[in-house]
């Protein structure tokens, strides 16, 4: 029994998924365990589909088994996102080696940024260029092109893929764990391959041009979830803007200060930016700043819109959610139970039998889930995590 895991969002799962798998498989790993986020992404985003669907669509790709990584993990700086992943895989006690999908031309590449970013001379870079104003991404950019030099650098820290291999190896350094690493390079093919953010602009548009770009059998469940009209979630849709804004006009100065990645004084923009708004992209643009990019924008309003705080984002993890498995996915569960030192949960009556910090974890995880179903065409139901049902494969 050869181990793989691989930390994914397949929002949604496309040819770039089903080709990393496939190279894992023709690299000699017999088991191939995903942790995957659920309804929310780390973009700061509600995932395009819900985690049933991608879970089902990563069975029938050859995945074996697949583990949830919680909302208050995944909405997060690449950094918490990774070591959140790698900490959860170290949890499990018998993975082998982890895989990513990489733009850069070969792993020689990710490692030599990796060690770049361990310098002594890299901490001091980063503080001066953070004293400039400029946004955490700029300056970790510029520090690096100090140290390795621009034309060495190229655009790789820039490519999203690239940032997540970078801090993976960085967290497996840290935590001074031996997985073997495996990173694949992306197709680059534009007849074959298409980015997950692409489609998922032309999915929002109803655009079916991007069925060349994802497996038959995603498409069919994608598409049966159109057609109920529960997806694409979206958080920039009439109705979700209600019920986004309607949320964020009832917080306080307080509340806002203690959601994740609030500092100097940006707690006071957010404030005023939310009385002032009246959708959520106007929201997004009255905060950004040069200092805060996008991104952390995003992240900090979905966190105060469902609810997460800066305790529970650092809060350790405390058990394993399994979504689905296959025979394969079996197997390795019995290992998994042998062990880990986690408790492990495929439905609700396991939480029950936890103690009460797993239960704590495990409703707040729950209550942070059903905003997902305001953020859909069709309007769901709450206790989305307490009646999901481990999909088989």
Do not use: W
């Not at 697949?66 to 959140?84: C, D, G, Q």
């Not at 590449?109 to 060690?115: A, S, V």
């Not at 049966?224 to 109705?239: G, N, Q, R, V, W």
């Amino acid at each position: 029994m050869r181990i793989c895991a691989i930390i994914a969002e397949f929002n949604p799962f496309h040819n770039g998924h089903a080709y990393l798998i496939e190279q894992v498989r023709h690299h000699g790993y017999t088991h191939i365990i995903v942790v995957m986020s659920g309804n929310f992404v780390q973009r700061g985003e509600p995932a395009i589909v819900s985690k049933d669907v991608r879970t089902l669509v990563a069975l029938k790709s050859n995945v074996n088994l697949i583990i949830e990584l919680p909302i208050s993990k995944v909405i997060s700086t690449a950094e918490k996102y990774a070591n959140s992943g790698i900490s959860l895989i170290n949890s499990l006690g018998c993975v082998d080696a982890i895989a990513f999908g990489m733009e850069a031309e070969n792993i020689e590449c990710i490692l030599n940024i990796e060690n770049a970013l361990r310098s002594k001379n890299f901490h001091k870079l980063i503080k001066t260029n953070l004293s400039k104003g400029i946004s955490f991404a700029k300056a970790r950019e510029q520090s690096l092109e100090e140290i390795v030099g621009k034309e060495n650098l190229k655009d790789e820290i820039r490519r999203s893929n690239n940032i997540l291999a970078v801090e993976y190896i960085k967290a497996i350094n840290d935590m001074k764990l031996s997985f073997e690493i495996l990173g694949i390079r992306r197709l680059e093919d534009p007849d074959f391959y298409l980015s997950a953010s692409k489609i998922r602009e032309l999915i929002k548009l109803n655009n079916n041009s991007y069925v060349k770009y994802i497996p038959e059998f995603s498409y069919c469940h994608l598409k049966d979830k159109i057609i109920k009209k529960e997806s694409p979630a979206d958080i920039f849709s009439l109705s979700s803007q209600h019920a986004v804004l309607s949320r964020l006009r009832g917080l306080d100065i307080k509340d806002i200060s203690a959601l994740p990645d609030i500092s100097e004084g940006i707690e006071n923009r957010i404030f005023k930016a939310i009385k002032r708004s009246t959708s959520v992209s106007e929201l997004l643009f009255n905060i950004k700043t040069k200092r805060y990019a996008l991104s952390r924008i995003r992240r900090i309003i979905l966190s105060a819109f469902i609810g997460i705080t800066y305790k529970e984002s650092n809060n350790p993890l405390n058990y394993i959610r399994v979504l689905g498995m296959d025979e394969k996915g079996k197997e390795l569960l019995k290992v998994i139970k042998q062990k880990s030192k986690l408790p492990i949960i495929t439905k609700y009556k396991d939480v029950l039998k936890c103690g009460e910090e797993v239960r704590e974890s495990f409703e707040k995880e729950s209550k942070f889930n059903d905003f997902y179903g305001l953020l859909t065409t069709k309007i769901l139901e709450c206790d989305l995590d307490k009646n999901f049902k481990l999909i088989k494969g």
